[in-house]
């Protein structure tokens, strides 16, 4: 934060956040209905360790404690994203550059609004330039250091410290707040049946014999029964179960796979059968509609760019489909 001065101005802005045109003295008191912006940078580097600054003991307002990365107010004609540069370099004498980067997330108080911003940068501590005014020292702290320090008084008490690493660790937004994880792949454990379950509600109209509650319950048991002998696979986003693949490895058949529908075109599919390959010996089945239900168009598709072969004509509960095979 940057050292508070009386002739510091801060734009003042509307509930809805819009520039009133009319300026603040920094330390006076703000009138009622009026806001100005606050920002906060996080830095963190390669291992996931969050950068923390120490406070001079002089400073007013949470003195001597250890504080995020950066952070400080807004000065009048700061766009967020240049303030928050603009603080980095005060601090800590580091060059960001955050244009085109908008918050990953807006933490409203009393009196205005408080951007953060996420970065990753692996920062050499030793050539930071401190701005004496301010921060005492620097450090790299892990989750639990970070959380021991707030537990122990000695860390302003950011109630979201911890999900802070989790943003650091894996996350991003896009424009319209979704939230996009990494994904992992893997056999599904039990953990992930209600999940599992969310799912298959979501894509069940594109599977025969799933229309009523009793054939739920009894795919949810085999679901369970294929989970035990690890022949279910799923893909996760944290734990939401995105993606689903039942195999038999002693019939060398597909028994079901699916995908949601936003994380569809991921190559999600792709990566399930590619895991299931690795536990089938021998020619793989599979069935799915055949050609002229217009349900087949995708799922045939995707069987015959892995290599999956049309092959004979059959019935599955009541629902004329066709065997694909991929030939091994």
């Known amino acids: 934060m940057t050292e508070k001065r009386e002739d510091e101005f801060w734009d003042v802005y509307t509930e809805e ?3 009133t045109g009319r300026l603040h003295r920094r330390g006076e ?3 009622e209905g009026d806001y100005h912006l606050v920002v906060h940078v996080c830095i963190f580097n390669s291992k996931n360790q969050l950068l923390i600054q120490q406070r001079q003991p002089f400073k007013k307002g949470w003195p001597n404690l250890w504080d995020l990365s950066v952070g400080g107010s807004a000065v009048a004609g700061d766009s967020s994203a240049r303030a928050a540069e603009r603080e980095v370099w005060e601090e800590l004498g580091l060059k960001l550059d955050l244009s085109g980067k908008r918050p990953n997330f807006t933490m409203n108080f009393s009196d205005g609004f408080d951007d953060y911003y996420i970065v990753r940068q692996d920062v050499d501590i030793e050539k930071l330039r401190l701005q004496e005014e301010e921060v005492q020292r620097v450090r790299w702290v892990e989750r639990e250091e970070a959380l021991r320090m707030r537990e122990a008084g000695i860390m302003i008490p950011y109630w979201f410290l911890e999900q802070l690493f989790e943003i ?3 996350h991003t937004f896009d424009a319209h707040g979704d939230r996009r994880q990494q994904l992992q792949i893997g056999f599904a454990a039990y ?3 209600e999940s599992w379950m969310n799912l298959v509600e979501i894509v069940r109209w594109n599977f025969p014999g799933l229309e009523t509650e009793s054939a739920m319950e009894d795919y949810k048991r085999t679901v369970v029964k294929n989970m035990k002998r690890k022949s279910a696979i799923c893909a996760l986003d944290g734990n ?3 993606g689903i693949l039942l195999f038999s490895e002693k019939h060398r058949m597909i028994g079901c796979i699916a ?4 994380y569809r075109r991921k190559d999600i599919a792709t990566k399930m059968v590619q895991m299931m390959l690795k536990y089938m010996d021998g020619d793989v089945r599979v069935e799915t509609f055949r050609e002229e ?3 087949g168009a995708a799922p045939r598709a995707f069987y015959q760019s892995l290599g999956f072969v049309p092959g004979e004509l059959g019935m599955a509960e009541g629902h004329p489909v066709q065997e694909f095979v991929l030939k091994r």
Not at 259 to 262: K, N, T
């Open 17 to 19: 956040r819009i520039r």
């Open 29 to 31: 008191r703000m009138k």
């Open 168 to 170: 650091g660790d894996v």
């Open 191 to 193: 953990s992930h049946l």
């Open 240 to 242: 939401i179960v995105v």
């Open 259 to 262: 995908v949601h529908p936003e």
């Open 293 to 295: 239900d217009e349900r």
